[in-house]
């Protein structure tokens, strides 16, 4: 049966490989119904538009997929290299404090005094 806008509802017989490019491909078509009623024809583009509105409906969706994707990549990134700075910085601030805490303390009582 065919699911054309032209030809809706209307039956045919062909071989498998009807249509298909290159090597084997076969030339036999034949329609079986002259035409069918309006009211299999009207059902069967009814059918056909819901499909492309499902259709087009579904390509959207997977844009906005795509781009959330996209943007929860870049705050994941984003996040990662915010912990490294904030790691850094406060081995950084560790270091310091440490280094005045060595430099205050009476070089007896240091702990990792150098001999």
Do not use: H
Not at 11 to 36: A, I, K, T
Not at 51 to 64: A, G, I, N, P, T
Not at 87 to 99: A, H, S
Request: charge should be positive; include cysteine; hydrophobic fraction near 35%.
């Amino acid at each position: 049966m065919s699911w054309s806008y032209a030809n809706p509802g209307k039956r045919f017989r062909s071989c498998p490989r009807y249509g298909v490019r290159g090597n084997g491909n076969c030339s036999y078509f034949q329609w079986l119904d002259s035409d069918v009623s309006d009211r299999v024809s009207k059902v069967i583009r009814g059918l056909l538009k819901r499909l492309d509105k499902q259709e087009s409906e579904m390509q959207r969706l997977q844009v906005v997929i795509d781009e959330k994707t996209v943007q929860l990549k870049k705050k994941t990134l984003t996040s990662k290299f915010q912990f490294l700075y904030g790691f850094g910085f406060g081995i950084v601030v560790g270091f310091l404090c440490f280094r005045l805490w060595m430099r205050s303390v009476d070089p007896s009582e240091k702990l990792l005094q150098l001999k």
